[in-house]
């Protein structure tokens, strides 16, 4: 699976910005699509993520400003980032997990390479 990221770029604190990850690769259909963020130097952290069941998980830190969306039919997953901060400045990383590919085998845990926000006072 390959997972192109983009969207990401310099923002003023208080603005906002959405990002997007398209899977591609043979994939059918995705049960698990996320974000997450790394700092350099710290561990790489969740944003958000969301299930083909409709659940979703936001981290402390975004929740009521970043919301997490999916189209199944594009394999594409959107994160809309409102109301940013300086502390939302780093990379941000999609993920696909459970993956059913062309075939009916399933492949898990994949990453895109990650796309730069950087949040300006």
């Known amino acids: 699976v390959q997972l192109q990221a983009s969207g990401g770029g310099v923002v003023q604190a208080g603005g906002s910005l959405r990002l997007s990850c398209v899977a591609s690769g043979r994939v059918l259909s995705i049960d698990a699509m996320g974000w997450y963020r790394q700092v350099p130097g710290d561990v790489r952290e969740l944003v958000a993520s969301?299930?083909?069941?409709?659940?979703?998980n936001y981290a402390d830190s975004v929740k009521g400003r970043f919301a997490i969306s999916r189209d199944n039919a594009k394999n594409t997953v959107y994160l809309q980032m409102n109301v940013v901060k300086v502390e939302d400045t780093a990379i941000y990383y999609c993920n696909t997990d459970r993956v059913v590919r062309v075939g009916g085998w399933t492949s898990y845990n994949h990453w895109g390479q990650g796309t730069l926000v950087t949040v300006s006072s």
């Open positions: 969301t299930t083909t069941g409709g659940a979703t």
